[in-house]
């Protein structure tokens, strides 16, 4: 679905400019990604070579464990923020879609990155290396600093940002239905002479009415690669 929707959206040239500013640009989410992964695994590779210096020098230590944690964090935000826009761009109201451009981009960034510089940063105190009866050696050095670490991540990295993709994703799923049931009615959304130049027109979609599926979830898999035609006012 997620795959469909962005054949749908992100074709038009003025979801480009602002959606793939989270996705191509300042710490994409695969480079992100990929510096989460690297800095974690290397670790455990270099430890069955009795090679990993995380676990006894405090440096590379507390380095890599913020490393990781800022990096996964920003990567999961980017992707979140990138689905919000996604909706707003999908929206009749020329309110919320202007809420899609590149000034509200550059400051979600750079908030997101702020943020997970200021809560992982305890990282830096808690972290020390030559720890026993921990999962690494390299590890949170008590019991608090461990709940704060666990639950930070737990909250920030996973459970609000699949909450906001969940809610986001399905609102954008209702709004392309509904541009495509508008537009098989024969009423098609047109933007008035009058908008603002900066005000972006909701999706356009030419679609065969008489063959348009009860079921959209079906249609948007097996005929939207063919149907959908997005046309850029």
Avoid at 30 to 39: K, N, P, R
Avoid at 101 to 117: E, F, H, Q
Avoid at 162 to 177: E, K, Q
Wanted: hydrophobic share 40%; net charge positive.
């Amino acid at each position: 679905m997620n795959f469909q929707l962005s054949n749908v959206l992100w074709s038009r040239q003025s979801t480009m400019n602002q959606t793939t500013q989270y996705i191509l640009t300042f710490d994409c989410p695969q480079a992100a990604g990929l510096i989460a992964l690297c800095s974690g695994l290397l670790s455990r590779f270099f430890a069955g070579f009795s090679l990993d210096r995380s676990a006894t020098d405090a440096t590379i230590c507390k380095s890599r464990a913020f490393i990781v944690w800022v990096s996964a964090t920003a990567s999961s935000w980017r992707i979140t923020y990138a689905t919000i826009d996604r909706y707003c761009t999908s929206c009749r109201e020329v309110r919320l879609r202007n809420l899609s451009n590149l000034r509200y981009t550059r400051r979600a960034m750079i908030i997101t990155v702020v943020s997970a510089l200021t809560v992982f940063a305890e990282t830096f105190y808690c972290h020390v290396p030559n720890l026993r009866n921990a999962p690494l050696a390299g590890y949170a050095q008590n019991m608090v600093c461990r709940f704060y670490n666990e639950t930070a991540s737990a909250l920030i990295y996973v459970f609000i940002p699949s909450t906001i993709l969940f809610i986001f994703g399905y609102a954008t799923i209702l709004n392309v239905r509904k541009f495509t049931l508008f537009n098989c009615t024969g009423g098609a959304y047109k933007r008035s002479i009058n908008d603002n130049e900066k005000d972006r027109s909701p999706i356009d979609s030419n679609v065969n009415c008489s063959s348009y599926p009860i079921d959209y979830i079906q249609h948007s898999f097996s005929c939207s690669m063919s149907l959908f035609n997005i046309n850029i006012e």
